[in-house]
């Protein structure tokens, strides 16, 4: 390791030492999240090793019926942490309740919602991929866990962050003081400060967005995305580039380190599902770490932190990134009427494949 970078374990044993009376208890939550993230990081870069070798049938599942690795990880997250203390239960995309930790283990302070490996479908071709987790306080009446327990809106976390298995891996984390960046550094096996103090740039040229989906936006958001694809020529006077990774955690990374703004909109094609990113593991986790590095989070109707939670498993949308561009829309939709309907005749009556009618 370089000298003069600091190890995770002496950067939250620092932070202990800035709240005396502290237990200990979080220090500890911090780094047993990173030592699961370590497994799951060497499981994700074996791929198809681990899928055909390391997978079990599932006990409810017939024994042809083999687990994705999305399930290992989640398996290996919930292995690691229900029994090192800190924790009165978990929840996870992988469950369909909450994990309350078992009685024979010291129950600690601290609840853990996550997503074990967000970007799944991104495996098979071999594009990055990674862990979301959300910290919160439990109850400190002494009572067993409850699913209302995890119904708090994300302006309550303690701690967020998330784990990026690409070239390197890479843990963002921030306990309400900002944002840092570690480094796994595979020669000594332990996460190190490369990082610190991320900061999201107010503007920006670039955004994210599945532009399949078009025809289920909103106008607000149709506008925003067409006033970008206009470019030098359009109101914005400025060329724009336009990505998607399909992978939460890519595209929070390249917007933490070079700016940028992610739309994942709400959605018209189901009025009972108008959102896709998980609340509690996803939007929240991920909105506490962009405003702690500067920048904002909405879900086009109201800053995702304040969202009040009625379901474990809830799904929101969600917009975030660059300050000043967030902000932009969130003004498209206070004049939800403005902008471009969507116009499906370039798949009627003219395409490559039908000649125009005469």
């Known amino acids: 390791m370089p000298e003069?970078?600091?190890?995770?374990?002496?950067?939250t044993i620092e932070q202990e030492h800035r709240h005396p009376g502290s237990s200990g208890e979080f220090s500890a939550l911090l780094n047993v999240?990173?030592?699961?993230?370590?497994i799951i990081a060497n499981r994700v870069t074996r791929g198809r090793i681990v899928g055909s070798l390391g997978a079990q049938a599932a006990?409810?599942?017939?024994?042809t019926v083999h687990r994705r690795l999305d399930a290992i990880a989640n398996d290996v997250m919930v292995s690691e942490s229900q029994w090192t203390g800190p924790l009165v239960a978990l929840l996870s995309e992988q469950m369909a309740d909450f994990h309350?930790?078992?009685?024979?283990?010291?129950?600690?302070?601290?609840l853990l919602a996550f997503d074990a490996l967000d970007g799944s479908s991104n495996i098979d071709v071999n594009l990055p991929v990674g862990t979301i987790f959300s910290v919160l306080r439990a109850p400190e009446d002494g009572r067993d866990?409850?699913?209302?327990?995890?119904?708090?809106?994300?302006v309550r976390q303690v701690c967020a962050g998330f784990t990026l298995y690409g070239p390197a891996t890479m843990l963002v984390l921030t306990t309400g003081s900002g944002v840092d960046g570690f480094t796994l550094d595979q020669e000594i096996g332990a996460f190190v400060l490369t990082h610190?103090?991320?900061r999201i740039p107010d503007d920006t040229s670039g955004f994210a967005i599945n532009a399949a989906n078009e025809r289920f936006w909103e106008r607000p958001v149709r506008r925003y995305v067409h006033e970008c694809?206009?470019?030098?020529?359009?109101p914005r006077g400025r060329d724009f580039n336009m990505r998607w990774v399909a992978s939460l955690v890519a595209d929070t990374f390249h917007i933490l380190t070079r700016g940028g703004i992610y739309l994942y909109p709400y959605d018209t094609r189901d009025p009972e599902r108008p959102g896709r990113v998980s609340l509690l593991y996803g939007a929240n986790p991920i909105a506490l770490i962009v405003e702690q590095a500067g920048g904002a989070a909405t879900t086009g109707a109201e800053r995702v932190l304040e969202v009040r939670p009625r379901a474990l498993h809830q799904r929101v949308p969600i917009i975030f990134g660059s300050r000043t561009e967030v902000e932009r829309i969130v003004g498209y939709h206070r004049e939800p009427e403005a902008g471009p309907r969507f116009d499906a005749?370039?798949?009627?009556?003219r395409s490559l494949f039908r000649p125009a009618p005469h």
């Not at 866990?145 to 994300?154: R, S, T, Y």
């Open 4 to 11: 003069g970078l600091k190890t995770l374990t002496r950067y």
């Open 100 to 110: 309350p930790v078992p009685s024979e283990f010291r129950r600690g302070k601290y």
């Open 145 to 154: 866990p409850a699913a209302a327990d995890f119904l708090q809106p994300g």
């Open 196 to 198: 610190p103090r991320m």
């Open 59 to 63: 006990d409810n599942l017939p024994p």
């Open 345 to 349: 005749s370039l798949f009627g009556t």
């Open 33 to 38: 999240l990173a030592t699961a993230t370590k």
């Open 229 to 234: 694809l206009e470019g030098v020529d359009g």
